[in-house]
C-alpha cells in the first residue's frame, strides 16, 4: 500500500474511533447537566385525594395491606432482562404491556386491600410504552378501591435517557405508590443514600422512602407507612446505609408514639426467615440479608417463605422446563417490618405463578392495639 493510501485508511480508522467516543462524550455530558438531584425530604406527590368512604382508622378493627412490586407492567413471564443475566431490553410490547396491566388491576381488584405499596410504578417511561400507570391505576379505573382511596407517589429513578446497554433503556420516569382507604394527612419522600459514583449515578435509580401518615381516630397517633425498594446491585455499602437510615426513620416514628408499618421490596431476605428452599444457583443474584439484630427489639419482621416473592431475570420462567426451584431462581426479598403495638394476624404471598410481573404480592392482615 503506498504512503497516501496508508494515511487516507489512518484517518478513516481515527473518525471510525472518534465519532462514537465523542458522541458517548456528548451524551454523558449532557446527562450530567440534567441529573435529576432530589432533595433529602421533600412532599411527596399525591396522584388522587378520595378516600373517606371506609369512615376513620380505628384500632381492633382488622385491616388488609398488600405490597407488590409489578415490575413496571413490562416483566412478566416471557421476559428476561439484560441487567439481571438475561439477554432482552425492550421486554413487552405495548400488547402484552396491556395484558400484563389488566391482570395486576384484577389482582389489586380482587384483594381490594385497604393499603396498597406498589413499586417499580412507571410515568412516561420508553419501557412502558410512555403509560402513565398512577393515573391508569386511579382515573377512574376498574379498581374500585383504587378510585376510592388517598394515594401518593415518589420518583425514585428519573433520567430522560438510560444510554446502556444496546439497545439502550431510553427514558425512565419510575417509582414508588402508596394507597389508603383511609385518609391521608401528608406524604414526605425521604432520599436513601447510594453507593453510586458519577458517571454510574447519572443514569441510574436513586431510591427513596415514601412515608404516608394516617390519622387513627380518637387519638393523637398516626399510622405510619414506609414504603420502600431498597438497594438491588451495589457491592454492600448501600444496603447497610440505606438500612441504617430505615432504623432512625423508624425509631423517629416510634418516638413519636405511632403504629408503624415499613413495607415494600428489600431486595434482600430477613435473617430469621428460612431461605433453604432457594438454594443460590451458579451466575445468578444473590440477594444479601437484614439483620433483625440491627433494629430495636420492639420491631417484628413477616415474610412468608412459603411461596417467593421474586424470581429471576437470567431467563424468561415460560422457557424453563423445570420451574421448581430446583431448575429455577428464586427468591423470597418482599415483606413488612412492624412495631409492636400493631397485632399481626397473617402474611400470605400469593401465588401467580409471576404471569405478569417478577414478584408475587404478599398481603398481610392486622389490627391497631
Known amino acids: 500500500m503506498k504512503k497516501a493510501g496508508i494515511g487516507k485508511f489512518l484517518k478513516i480508522l481515527l473518525i471510525i474511533i472518534l465519532v462514537p467516543v465523542i458522541g458517548y462524550a456528548g451524551i454523558l455530558g449532557w446527562l450530567t447537566a440534567v441529573e435529576w438531584k432530589p432533595k433529602q425530604s421533600e412532599a411527596a406527590s399525591f396522584i388522587s385525594c378520595d378516600a373517606g368512604s371506609a369512615g376513620e382508622l380505628r384500632p381492633g378493627d382488622e385491616q388488609t395491606m398488600m405490597t407488590w412490586n409489578i415490575g413496571y407492567g413490562a416483566l412478566g413471564d416471557n421476559a428476561d432482562f439484560v441487567m439481571d443475566g438475561g439477554k432482552m431490553v425492550n421486554t413487552a410490547d405495548a400488547a402484552r404491556l396491556e395484558q400484563n396491566l389488566g391482570f395486576i388491576e384484577d389482582v389489586i381488584s380482587d384483594i381490594s386491600p385497604d393499603f396498597l405499596l406498589v413499586q ?51 427514558k425512565v420516569n419510575s417509582g414508588i405508590f402508596t394507597a389508603s382507604v383511609y385518609p391521608v394527612s401528608d406524604g414526605e419522600r425521604i432520599a436513601l443514600p447510594s453507593s453510586f459514583k458519577w458517571p454510574v449515578r447519572i443514569a441510574n435509580l436513586k431510591r427513596c422512602l415514601l412515608v404516608a401518615h394516617i390519622p387513627v381516630a380518637d387519638s393523637d397517633k398516626m399510622l405510619t407507612l414506609i ?25 423517629r416514628e416510634a418516638d413519636s408514639g405511632n403504629y408503624i408499618i415499613a413495607g415494600g421490596d428489600f431486595n434482600q431476605i430477613f435473617s430469621g426467615v428460612d431461605n433453604s428452599a432457594y438454594p443460590v444457583m451458579p451466575g445468578t443474584w444473590e440477594c444479601g440479608y437484614i439483620d433483625e439484630d440491627d433494629f430495636d427489639p420492639s420491631y417484628s419482621f413477616y415474610m412468608d417463605n412459603s411461596v417467593p416473592s ?4 437470567d431467563r424468561p420462567l415460560s422457557d424453563a422446563p423445570d420451574k421448581t426451584p430446583a431448575g429455577f431462581q428464586y427468591y423470597v426479598i418482599d415483606g413488612f417490618i412492624v412495631s409492636d403495638n400493631i397485632r399481626v394476624e397473617s402474611v400470605e404471598t400469593r401465588d401467580y405463578g409471576f404471569k405478569a410481573t417478577d414478584h408475587n404480592p404478599v398481603v398481610m392482615t392486622f389490627a391497631l392495639e
Do not use: W
Open 120 to 170: 417499580e410504578i412507571d410515568r412516561n417511561s420508553y419501557r412502558s410504552h410512555g403509560t402513565d400507570e398512577c393515573v391508569r391505576f386511579t382515573s377512574g379505573g376498574k379498581v374500585a378501591f383504587l378510585n376510592n382511596s388517598d394515594s401518593l407517589f415518589a420518583y425514585n429513578f428519573r433520567c430522560p435517557f438510560v444510554p446502556f446497554p444496546v439497545p439502550p433503556i431510553g
Open 227 to 251: 414504603n420502600l425498594h431498597l438497594e438491588a446491585y451495589d457491592s454492600g455499602e448501600g444496603k447497610i446505609a440505606q438500612t441504617r437510615l430505615l432504623t432512625d426513620i423508624l425509631d
Open 310 to 313: 421474586c424470581r429471576s431475570l
